[in-house]
């Protein structure tokens, strides 16, 4: 796998937006493909991607082969303010468009949507010594050869710039391959309740 470049993304243009919507089902099953596991291919998105270029696109960025975005990595520098933006500007419209009875309850959807109506929040004492967060993901076109590394590198260094002192993110434990890959980047597991949550000091 080669190194790709690496640019800011264009978080204004749609057709990108739908592009990193898309690459967003398409790992969204610990890194796999989860497009057969949703009936609307917009909903991981929505709750796990469309926030993050809305409020703080200059802290979106892709991996892109020259014929488009292969992966992406997004981020908030606070996030306990995003929180409280996502409550104020962005869940409202989302759960008025997907009431929570949109889907039978035993599907994939009917969860993402209860998570759009019941959004969990981060542990404040993982935000007290991480109080970023990020997102990352690649199509297996990009996995390889750094570029996750160079990704999250490029983040991180935003984050320095803009006087952050930690940043976390969470992972599921089934998620091996990607808990050894943050490992190796330097990234602790941090205590919580919440789940996994991996955080790197900056």
């Known amino acids: 796998m080669v190194s790709l470049p690496i640019r ?28 057969a596991r949703y009936r609307d291919p917009r909903l991981l998105g929505e709750i796990y991607l469309g926030a993050y270029l809305a409020f703080e696109p200059e802290l979106a960025f892709v991996v892109d082969d020259g014929s488009g975005a292969l992966g992406y990595v997004v981020g908030t520098v606070d996030t306990a303010a995003f929180e409280e933006r996502c409550a104020r500007d962005w869940w409202p419209a989302l759960r008025a468009r997907y009431p929570v009875d949109s889907f039978p309850a035993d599907t994939d959807d009917a969860c993402l949507v209860h998570a759009m109506h019941s959004p969990s929040t981060a542990d404040r004492e993982v935000l007290d010594l991480f109080p970023a967060h990020l997102h990352v993901d690649l199509l297996p076109a990009a996995q390889g050869g750094g570029n996750g590394r160079r990704l999250l590198e490029v983040l991180f260094d935003a984050l320095r710039e803009r006087g952050v002192q930690g940043v976390h993110l969470g992972v599921s434990e089934t998620n091996t391959s990607a808990i ?11 205590p919580t309740d ?3 949550v991996l955080g790197l000091k900056l």
């Open 8 to 35: 800011p993304a264009r978080t204004t243009d749609p057709r990108e937006v739908d592009r990193l919507y898309d690459i967003c089902l398409r790992t969204g099953a610990d890194g796999g493909d989860a497009t």
């Open 180 to 190: 050894g890959f943050y490992e190796h980047l330097g990234l602790e597991r941090v």
């Open 194 to 196: 919440e789940g996994y």
